[in-house]
């Protein structure tokens, strides 16, 4: 019997197109959370849901490992769990059934549990854990547990309560309301946690879908929590708006681990955003060096971080490819979601990267509330003028918490969530219905991928999307007959004021498309 079963609901092979992809990684946040459990004392083990089928492989952990507490920790450094993906949710409940009927205690953490905390408690989740979560987890444990934390009494002897522990939301056990104790203070001093507990899981499964995949093994690593930017889009129900970062001598070691003690040829820094301060990435720069820890990595950032300096120094500290959130060619689009960058500045970017070797990718986003065809055009020109390395393209997505979901929010209907990382499905009125989205994506993706099919080294396992003159004949013929008769309009929010650019020369037939992407 041990003291805690840690897991968490996203499943690879549940996405379809994260299979396709096969870059699976793994679930760091759960890690940091064994980490910091057995460095007080705990027994602790994790059923990586990744790579291994929960309906079948969580039943078998359970008889194993006879937990007292079964523990829903999210990878909150994984996107696809920011996402909040119905699958996930679908996931956990059928966790919670099976740690109930083994009669273990069961809590939750994660974006989707935050936001419908009222939904999970009822379901049966003994407590959820808010925000960041590590220490809030280990005082609750230790209390279900009666276990004193290591060099101090855990409560006073009056406070034997769970009212007592920030960061909690659980149902009141006489009147069934909901309780949100105080709020847990974010940690500023990250290098006091521990390593994640990587040997927990079995990093032999991940080397081999990587190497059967891509040639190589990636491994993941984050040097930094949250981001202090406040693009009205992004959901933050973690660590909000703060910033906290280690130190370069911390995550230039972790590095060094990594290369060495686990054989990763390729690292994924999973930050929100990374390189935001210069001196940093200099340190980093130099540690790594003096380690002698440079592995190849991929991270993602700002256009305006991407200035000639920071790029030299990404560079030396091994930096091989980097996403940008462009979001839009469009500068009212970009006003409109609060981004705080200029159209101008992703050129410049993109060739201080080109100059120094770095990959350059783009995150698109289209389908914000006021895009245009204009504006659609002017983003599908900013890719034609700067051909970027990759992209990744989406719709906007609202997520609770966000100015934009409440924007939105009295168009949701049913469904307020992507079932899959593949669902692409428009949860709003936009400019365009779903189909004429897709088919920009698919366009998009083929156009990139011409562009750079002749570059040397490109990765193993990319898919083909189709020949590109045929998918902009379609999107041309879809624009005509997709446009939603009433799409939401864009009001700006109070203190902002959109600026339109002067606007080029506009596509109304795929010879004029074609003029715009120069092809």
Not at 96 to 117: K, P
Not at 163 to 179: M, Q, R, S
Not at 203 to 227: E, M, P
Request: with cysteine; net charge neutral; glycine share 6%.
């Amino acid at each position: 019997m041990i003291d805690v079963l840690l897991t968490h609901s996203y499943h690879l092979y549940y996405d379809r197109k994260q299979t396709r992809k096969m870059q699976p990684y793994p679930p760091l946040g759960t890690l940091y959370a064994a980490g910091l459990l057995r460095s007080a004392g705990h027994s602790v083990a994790v059923f990586d849901t990744m790579l291994n089928d929960p309906e079948q492989g969580f039943q078998a952990a359970l008889e194993r490992y006879q937990p007292r507490i079964v523990v829903v920790f999210e990878d909150n450094f994984n996107f696809l769990s920011k996402m909040c993906l119905t699958r996930m949710r679908e996931v956990a409940y059928q966790i919670l059934e099976a740690s109930q009927r083994a009669g273990a205690t069961v809590l939750v953490n994660g974006s989707d549990a935050s936001d419908h905390a009222v939904d999970y408690l009822q379901r049966g989740f003994r407590c959820v854990l808010l925000g960041e979560a590590e220490t809030t987890l280990l005082e609750t444990v230790s209390y279900l547990l009666k276990k004193q934390l290591p060099k101090k009494q855990f409560l006073k002897e009056d406070e034997q309560s769970l009212e007592h522990i920030p960061g909690l939301a659980y149902l009141h056990k006489d009147t069934g309301e909901l309780v949100r104790t105080g709020r847990r203070e974010l940690m500023r001093d990250l290098d006091q946690l521990p390593f994640p507990s990587r040997e927990l899981v079995d990093t032999n499964q991940y080397r081999d879908a990587w190497k059967a995949a891509h040639g190589y093994f990636s491994l993941n690593i984050v040097a930094s929590r949250g981001c202090p930017y406040r693009c009205n889009w992004c959901a933050k129900p973690i660590y909000g708006d703060s910033f906290s970062m280690r130190s370069a001598a911390s995550v230039a070691e972790e590095m060094r681990q990594l290369k060495y003690n686990f054989g990763a040829d390729h690292l994924w820094f999973a930050d929100d955003i990374f390189g935001l301060r210069p001196k940093w990435v200099r340190e980093l720069a130099a540690e790594v060096e003096r380690l002698d820890a440079a592995v190849p990595f991929k991270m993602q950032s700002r256009v305006d971080l991407m200035t000639a300096d920071n790029v030299r120094s990404l560079r030396r500290a091994g930096c091989a490819e980097v996403w940008m959130g462009v979001e839009s060619g469009s500068q009212k689009i970009l006003d409109a979601m609060d981004k705080g960058t200029r159209v101008d500045q992703v050129a410049r970017a993109r060739e201080n990267l080109r100059h120094e070797g770095i990959r350059a990718c783009y995150f698109l986003q289209f389908g914000y509330t006021g895009e245009t065809w204009q504006d659609i055009q002017d983003t599908i020109k900013l890719v034609r003028d700067t051909r970027p390395d990759d992209i990744g393209v989406s719709v906007s997505y609202p997520l609770p918490g966000t100015k934009f979901f409440d924007r939105v929010q009295a168009q949701l209907g049913d469904k307020t969530n992507w079932s899959d990382s593949e669902d692409m499905a428009m949860m709003f009125q936009g400019a365009y219905t779903n189909e004429f989205y897709r088919a920009l994506h698919d366009a998009l993706h083929a156009q990139v991928d011409s562009w750079n099919s002749t570059v040397q080294g490109r990765e193993k396992g990319q898919p083909t999307h189709g020949d590109p003159d045929d998918l902009w004949r379609r999107v041309m013929r879809l624009e005509k007959t997709c446009r939603n008769p009433k799409p939401t309009a864009l009001n700006s929010f109070a203190g902002h004021q959109l600026v339109q650019l002067q606007p080029q020369v506009y596509a109304t037939s795929f010879e004029e498309l074609l003029n715009v992407l120069g092809s």
